[in-house]
């Protein structure tokens, strides 16, 4: 198992369970507000740490549905955004393991009795979850064909550089000596101004190329 992915699903494990153990705990869950404060006032200065903000956001959607009745919390439909954030940000499964994870505190919290609204509630959690893992799989696919293209386009651009155009240019200044020697036949000169001029356009093609894939990567 990838170290990331342990790494990711004990700190996802580790986050759900302080939060439920805060809002199950009298002492604590009196001062819910006062958590939520903290936890947002650390996500503000912690954006450029994806890791950091992923987790505190995990956290204060998960202190604003636990301590507003769980799967009856006004609240619930953000779980769905945590999904799809989870599965960007972490990987695909992590969805799915966070689905799992969140099913099992769901049922721990109701005691197995679940009337018809949980229910439902419970039933959209986990019908939404095969979508963030799809959507997550697809956007690190078109990551990876985007960073294939760049590099395509890199190659490309190294390949006509050291290339294609030193090899034409080359050829050009090689066909000017013969043309300008006036030794050949005059229908075999004809052809090598042919061949010629269809060399400067050539070069002119590389050189047209190499600017569109320049601004296209800028």
């Given at each position: 198992?990838?170290?990331?992915?342990?790494?990711?699903?004990?700190?996802?494990?580790?986050?759900?369970?302080?939060?439920?153990?805060?809002?199950?705990?009298?002492?604590?869950?009196?001062?819910?507000?006062?958590?939520a404060?903290?936890?947002?006032?650390?996500?503000?200065?912690?954006?450029?740490?994806?890791?950091?903000t992923?987790?505190?956001?995990?956290?204060l959607?998960?202190?604003?549905?636990?301590?507003t009745?769980?799967l009856t919390s006004?609240?619930?439909?953000?779980?769905?955004?945590?999904?799809?954030?989870?599965?960007l940000?972490?990987?695909?499964i992590?969805?799915?393991?966070?689905?799992?994870?969140l099913?099992?505190?769901?049922?721990?919290?109701?005691?197995?009795?679940?009337?018809t609204?949980e229910?439902?509630?419970?039933?959209?959690l986990?019908?939404?979850?095969?979508?963030?893992?799809?959507?997550?799989?697809?956007?690190?696919?078109n990551q990876?064909n985007q960073?294939?293209?760049?590099?395509?386009?890199?190659?490309?651009?190294?390949?006509?550089?050291?290339?294609a155009k030193?090899?034409?240019?080359?050829?050009?200044?090689?066909?000017?000596q013969?043309?300008?020697?006036?030794?050949?036949?005059?229908?075999?000169?004809?052809?090598i101004?042919?061949?010629?001029?269809?060399?400067?356009?050539?070069?002119?093609s590389?050189n047209?190329?190499?600017?569109t894939?320049d601004?296209?990567?800028?």
């Amino acid at each position: 198992m990838p170290l990331n992915l342990i790494a990711h699903t004990s700190l996802i494990t580790l986050a759900t369970g302080l939060i439920y153990a805060w809002t199950t705990n009298p002492m604590l869950s009196a001062y819910n507000l006062q958590l939520a404060a903290v936890l947002a006032i650390i996500y503000f200065f912690t954006k450029k740490l994806p890791l950091v903000t992923t987790t505190i956001f995990l956290s204060l959607i998960l202190l604003m549905i636990f301590s507003t009745g769980y799967l009856t919390s006004p609240f619930f439909f953000l779980l769905d955004i945590l999904l799809f954030t989870l599965a960007l940000f972490f990987e695909p499964i992590q969805a799915l393991i966070t689905s799992l994870i969140l099913t099992l505190v769901f049922l721990i919290s109701s005691k197995l009795s679940l009337n018809t609204s949980e229910l439902i509630n419970l039933a959209s959690l986990l019908l939404i979850t095969p979508l963030a893992v799809i959507f997550g799989k697809k956007f690190i696919e078109n990551q990876k064909n985007q960073d294939s293209i760049s590099k395509e386009e890199t190659n490309t651009l190294l390949w006509i550089a050291t290339k294609a155009k030193p090899s034409l240019t080359e050829v050009l200044e090689t066909t000017s000596q013969i043309i300008g020697s006036n030794l050949l036949p005059f229908r075999l000169q004809e052809k090598i101004k042919k061949a010629h001029k269809n060399l400067i356009d050539l070069h002119k093609s590389a050189n047209n190329l190499k600017i569109t894939i320049d601004e296209e990567t800028d």
